[in-house]
């Protein structure tokens, strides 16, 4: 699986931005998929998770209310619609997927359960 981050970019606290993740290789619907983020000096940390059928979704509470996760499935694109940006915002988004592996499979916050990673996109907000 090959993924490709794009929609970054500078944008004024209070504004927002439209990622999207192009998601491409065999079996891309056997993986949910995922967004983090990493700030400068810091750990790269969970936003949101999406599968690639039904209506489930996981936000962390930071940005909980403010970013809105999607697919086309179609097309193969996720998409994380952020409004409402911060300062704390700022980061490296990563768009990231994980392979289904049972019956059982929920969606993870956590960064080493998931297997493929895109390149990343810069997300700079300025006071």
């Known amino acids: 699986v090959q993924l490709q981050a794009s929609g970054g970019g500078l944008v004024q606290a209070g504004g927002s931005l439209r990622l999207s993740c192009a998601v491409s290789g065999r079996f891309v619907q056997s993986h949910g998929m995922g967004w983090f983020r990493q700030a400068p000096g810091k750990e790269r940390e969970f936003v949101s998770a999406?599968?690639?059928?039904?209506?489930?979704?996981l936000y962390a509470d930071s940005v909980k209310g403010r970013c809105t996760i999607s697919r086309n499935s179609a097309q193969k694109m996720v998409y994380l619609q952020m409004n409402s940006l911060t300062p704390e915002d700022t980061a490296v988004y990563y768009c990231?997927?994980?392979?289904?592996?049972?019956?059982?499979?929920?969606?993870?916050?956590?960064?080493?359960?998931?297997?493929?990673w895109g390149q990343g996109t810069l997300v700079t907000v300025s006071s």
């Open positions: 999406i599968a690639w059928s039904g209506t489930s979704t």
């Open positions: 990231a997927a994980r392979r289904i592996t049972s019956v059982y499979w929920t969606h993870s916050a956590l960064p080493h359960e998931y297997d493929y």
